[in-house]
């Protein structure tokens, strides 16, 4: 297994302005992934985190409001822009790890609660 | 399409009783992923298991069981002998070789001592 990190851990943010989640795993990782859990709900996925290409995002989540970083093949960042009280939320990032017996199972990290006024 | 159907939004049980969580999913893949997740009130997601669509073989992991039957659409988990520690939500997921996740809504067992 591996460890997955994300920080913050939680945050209480102001209506309109903008929070960037990091996620840092400590072992090699073929894909990256960001999904949102809103307030009693499942999961949704936002995007597949590409290593030096943009993301891509699933139907309903764009660009501009939720961009996606992966400078490197460990770490991705997720930012939650021009926020609003719908996005509270808590955000977790996935990976799939490298290793034969390993591909096709995400494993998630903590996550980050993040409530906006 | 694919779907995620977890019928029982919560279930409420006495410790050291069995209980079966059910989940029926729906693809058109014939190489597909089926998993299990456990989310205890701290909020993180722990995998339990992952199936893949060409292995029906049953499985047990200590007080856990997986029952998975392709002619049903069925993968079921059975915790034996719950415990208090067994409270929390659980998710049924699935995948195809795309890696994207589709999650039913999940269903929230409560184990009361």
């Known amino acids: 297994s591996a460890v997955i990190s994300q920080k913050p851990s939680r945050d209480i943010c102001q209506r309109g302005t903008s929070l960037t989640i990091q996620c840092q795993v400590d072992s090699q990782v073929t894909m990256m992934f960001w999904y949102r859990q809103q307030p009693g709900q499942s999961l949704t996925l936002i995007a597949t985190?590409?290593?030096?290409?943009?993301?891509?995002?699933e139907s309903g989540f764009v660009i501009d409001k939720f961009p996606i970083s992966r400078p490197n093949l460990t770490f991705s960042t997720l930012t939650v822009s021009n926020m609003s009280p719908e996005d509270s939320s808590i955000y977790l990032c996935?990976?799939?790890?490298?290793?034969?017996?390993?591909?096709?199972?995400?494993?998630f990290g903590p996550g980050t609660r993040l409530l906006v006024l | 399409a694919q779907k995620v159907t977890q019928a029982q939004t919560e279930i409420s049980v006495v410790e050291k009783e069995d209980v079966t969580l059910d989940c029926v999913y729906e693809t058109r893949d014939t190489t597909y992923y089926l998993f299990w997740y456990k989310q205890p009130p701290s909020g993180e997601l722990v995998f339990l298991i992952r199936r893949n669509s060409f292995d029906e073989q049953n499985e047990i992991s200590g007080r856990y069981s997986w029952n998975f039957q392709k002619s049903t659409s069925s993968f079921n988990f059975t915790i034996t002998a719950s415990q208090v520690v067994d409270s929390a939500v659980y998710f049924c997921a699935l995948s195809n070789q795309g890696g994207k996740l589709i999650f039913g809504q999940g269903t929230e067992l409560s184990v009361k001592p």
């Open positions: 985190a590409n290593q030096g290409s943009e993301a891509t995002y």
């Open positions: 996935s990976v799939e790890l490298a290793g034969p017996t390993l591909r096709e199972t995400q494993y």
